[in-house]
């Protein structure tokens, strides 16, 4: 009997310190998604040329953060915030360009990347199936995408923009599955700023992409 309350308690502790950490992370994305709105406002005017160099450190931070997630959560938590506003203002030219062609593609963007990030983002918290796999497809799909983006730079291909953009769909699809399967397996609040990072990653994305796809395509 006394084994059987243990397991019972021991359960009860994992699912609340799950429910805790999916609190924490997500408040996390909230938070970094606030600062990305900022960067973008205040940047606004800013040239593409400065764009790369925010883009870069926006980057470091990230990849700072790797080091310090073990070593200082406080930490860790700044740097992602700071990534946030890097990247907010480093996009802040692409997304003024959207918004001064066609105002309603944000607001339509926006709409449809909270509906895709609530529909893969359930299934992947509740699916038990392991989706490492997806993760591995989609993270050289990536790659892929990315040398197909490359192309389209040089080489005119009819409806290639749509094409870039519903592939990239496709795969932030897996990886928002797989990000909020890991945030579902996970207990460790250490983690919460990382996966945060991630599926902050997977929104911006998947904006980004269906923003190119409400604009039709204005920017070639």
Known sequence: MSNTLSYQEMGRTARDQTHTLFARTMGYVAATAALFALGAWAGRNLTGGIGIVLFIAA??????????????????????????????????????????????????????????????????????RDLTMVARVSFWALVALIVFGIVLIFVNIPAGDLVYSVLGLVIFAGFTLFDFQRLRNN??????????????????????????????????
């Open 59 to 128: 980057f470091a931070c990230l990849i700072a953060m790797r080091f310090t997630a073990r070593r200082s959560t406080e930490l860790t938590v700044v740097l992602l915030g700071v990534f946030g506003l890097l990247i907010g203002l480093a996009v802040a030219p692409v997304v003024a360009y959207y918004g001064s062609m066609d105002p309603r593609a944000l607001w339509e963007a926006g709409g449809a990347t909270a509906l895709f990030i609530a529909g893969f983002g359930a299934a992947g918290y509740a699916t038990r």
């Open 187 to 220: 207990t460790d609040a250490a983690t919460a700023p990382l996966l945060a990072a991630s599926i902050f990653l997977d929104v911006l994305n998947v904006f980004l992409f269906f923003l190119q796809i409400f604009s039709g395509g204005n920017e070639r």
